[in-house]
């Protein structure tokens, strides 16, 4: 006989033993977020963690002066937000829906009772920590040392992965805000990696074309941080 294992979509969570997969159904609630709407917010108790299925979240900073600049971008590699399991309840930072989509959403309370009774689900969820950690910090280098043509490439091959298809919604402003630079230089970015073919952008959705194409322009911040990702996802019992 055939046993169907649970899936729910997210490569963290389908990354687990099957033993914590076994109960996974019974605490995930599917959530379809619309683009922009709010997940979490900078100071408040969290009373849930997204683990996101083909939506893309956005982790933003935001500045006294109200301006906000994304410092993390969450697909189905990871979970929003890591605080939760580093023994926090409250929220670091604001975050959103970037895609829209649906996440797993997963109450505190049960995040944090897996967190003290599943050695391997705590283990799983603080490698994963330690990979946003690591992107995080190769990003602070590609924000210094990269181009706003090989930052946009990277970034849209990221949400690629993140969404699982090549075609999503999203605004050249939108975009320009998330990276932190001027839209003209975003527009800029964008019209050049469509004159070479790699991406499609039409009314504010965008579809990758050439995928090789688009990753030969992308820093190698996007090879990095894929691979801390899919190293975090491959822990052994
Ligand atoms: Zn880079």
Wanted: aromatic share 6%; charged share 20%.
């Amino acid at each position: 006989m055939t046993v169907v294992q649970y899936s729910s979509g997210n490569r963290l969570l389908d990354a687990l033993p099957v033993s914590d997969l076994a109960s996974l159904e019974r605490d995930l609630t599917i959530v379809t977020l619309k683009a922009h709407q709010s997940t979490h917010s900078a100071g408040r108790v969290m009373s849930h963690v997204d683990f996101p299925i083909d939506a893309v979240l956005s982790v933003v900073a935001t500045l006294k002066n109200g301006e906000t600049v994304e410092v993390g971008t969450v697909g189905s590699e990871s979970f929003v937000e890591s605080d939760a399991a580093l023994e926090s309840s409250v929220a670091s930072r604001t975050a959103f829906c970037q895609v829209q989509g649906s996440v797993g959403r997963m109450s505190l309370a049960s995040f944090e009772q897996r967190m003290t009774t599943s050695v391997m689900f705590a283990r799983f969820m603080r490698h994963n920590v330690r990979a946003v950690l690591f992107s995080s910090q190769q990003f602070t280098v590609c924000n210094l040392k990269h181009s706003v043509l090989q930052r946009c490439a990277r970034w849209l091959a990221m949400t690629a992965d993140r969404v699982g298809r090549p075609q999503f919604t999203l605004t050249l402003e939108f975009l320009a805000i998330m990276l932190g630079v001027p839209s003209a230089k975003v527009a800029e970015a964008a019209d050049a990696l469509q004159l070479m073919g790699a991406i499609e952008y039409l009314k504010g959705a965008v579809t990758i074309v050439d995928r090789g194409s688009l990753e030969r322009v992308a820093c190698e911040c996007y090879e990095a941080s894929k691979a801390a990702f899919s190293e975090s996802l491959l822990l052994s019992a």
